[in-house]
């Protein structure tokens, strides 16, 4: 976590950010959208603010949101949630993640996870002192191997961490992928957690909570946010789903992370996840456009596009434009197209990283407008 100088390594998103910033670049980096998100919730927020909801919210998260979960997961997925034993409101998906990680693995446990991974993930393991191993997504179409997972689960896995749909890549797992993870977390007696913050970010394909699986919602804990969703990512209100006693051990880590969160966030988020049908098709719509142009204007401009199945990314190919090494490439985009984009191997270990190395990920999440203009002034590379 720290550099071997001892400061604190910044994340790859807030140095890139950092560096849109200093050059006025457009930053196609960090995935966060550039409009807001519905009045109704705005307004919901307001309105909280004003009524006086200013004060610590209770432990588990309160009540109405609480509510509004389990009743979302009813409603797309058919899950029976408890609202008061089996739903825990976080700091966003990222402290759901840690507070799961820490509350479950001891030193030297393993946790595996999918390679090209979230940051956060190599982390928070670290963090937990587990030890961390990766099952590669492979090209063409960044699904992993099912040899390579059967390998990669043992005796010694306590976790297997999924991300579906996945950053950086927008694969979405195939239910097969989906069983023989259910089927091996039962024969190595591990639990799954499953990070799903773009559920419902997906392009003509359809989501499958690995929880619905016949065996699974006993041993999963699932992940979501309301950011993604709702274009709220700085009000961090994020929530788990998982059997009453997991619930309870990630409650007692989450105390002394931040205690509670985000009050008047929290029954504005309610109002989100309430929102009609046609709501959450429309947002799927509106970023599959938004896709398609960023992903029409990179393959004009000489990249190949791995086109993704949901979430705010795609990931290109440099080698045909001459770059064979985008960690380079991506800190010399300011200048030469006034762009940024994240190197795909900040999401790898080593070697894998050195099998991408000429892969870098782009996020569409952007006005129309935005993509356009980014999209021209990539095709100066060529
Ligand atoms: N998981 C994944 C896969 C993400 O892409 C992100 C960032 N958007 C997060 C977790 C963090 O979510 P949050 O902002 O709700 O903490
Ligand atoms: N999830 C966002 C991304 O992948 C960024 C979140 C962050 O900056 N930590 O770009």
């Given at each position: ?289 938004k896709r398609d142009i960023l992903s029409a204007g990179l393959a004009k401009a000489g990249f ?20 064979p090494d985008v960690a380079t490439l991506c800190r010399q985009l300011p200048e030469l197209a ?45």
């Amino acid at each position: 976590l720290l550099s071997p100088d001892g400061s604190i390594r910044s994340t790859i998103f807030a140095e890139m950010s950092a560096l849109a910033s200093a050059t006025g670049a457009i930053n196609l980096g960090q995935g966060f959208p550039d409009e807001d998100g519905p009045a109704e919730i705005l307004d919901a927020a307001r309105q909280a603010i004003s009524d006086g909801l200013n004060q610590y919210p209770p432990g588990l998260g309160m009540p109405v949101l609480r509510d509004a979960i389990a009743a979302h997961q009813k409603r797309f997925y058919g899950l029976e949630v408890d609202a008061d034993r089996e739903v825990l409101v976080t700091a966003g998906a990222t402290e759901a993640l840690a507070a799961t990680l820490l509350a479950l693995v001891d030193d030297g446990d393993e946790v595996v996870t999918l390679e090209p991974f979230y940051d956060a993930y190599g982390a928070v393991i670290a963090l937990a002192r587990g030890i961390h191993r990766t099952v590669p997504l492979r090209l063409p179409a960044f699904l992993p191997d099912h040899d390579e997972l059967r390998a990669a689960v043992t005796d010694r896995t306590r976790v297997i961490l999924i991300n579906n749909p996945h950053n950086p890549t927008g694969t979405v797992l195939p239910r097969e992928t989906l069983e023989l993870i259910v089927d091996l977390a039962h024969k190595h007696d591990a639990i799954i957690v499953t990070d799903e913050v773009y559920e419902h970010l997906t392009f003509g394909v359809q989501h499958v909570p690995v929880a619905t699986l016949p065996g699974a919602r006993e041993r999963t804990v699932t992940i979501s946010s309301g950011g993604k969703t709702f274009n709220t990512t700085g009000w961090k209100i994020g929530w788990l789903t998982a059997p009453h006693e997991i619930v309870t051990a990630i409650l007692a880590v989450k105390q002394f992370l931040t205690f509670v969160n985000g009050a008047p966030f929290q029954p504005a988020i309610a109002v989100g996840l309430g929102l009609p049908d046609e709501f959450f098709e429309h947002i799927a719509r509106t970023l599959q456009s938004k896709r398609d142009i960023l992903s029409a204007g990179l393959a004009k401009a000489g990249f190949d596009i791995f086109t993704p199945q949901a979430g705010y990314f795609v990931v290109a190919d440099a080698a045909p434009l001459g770059y064979p090494d985008v960690a380079t490439l991506c800190r010399q985009l300011p200048e030469l197209a006034g762009v940024v984009g994240i190197p795909i191997s900040a999401f790898c270990t080593e070697q894998l990283g050195r099998e991408y190395a000429s892969l870098v990920r782009f996020a569409y999440c952007k006005k129309v407008e935005v993509l356009e203009r980014a999209s021209a002034q990539l095709g100066r590379l060529g």
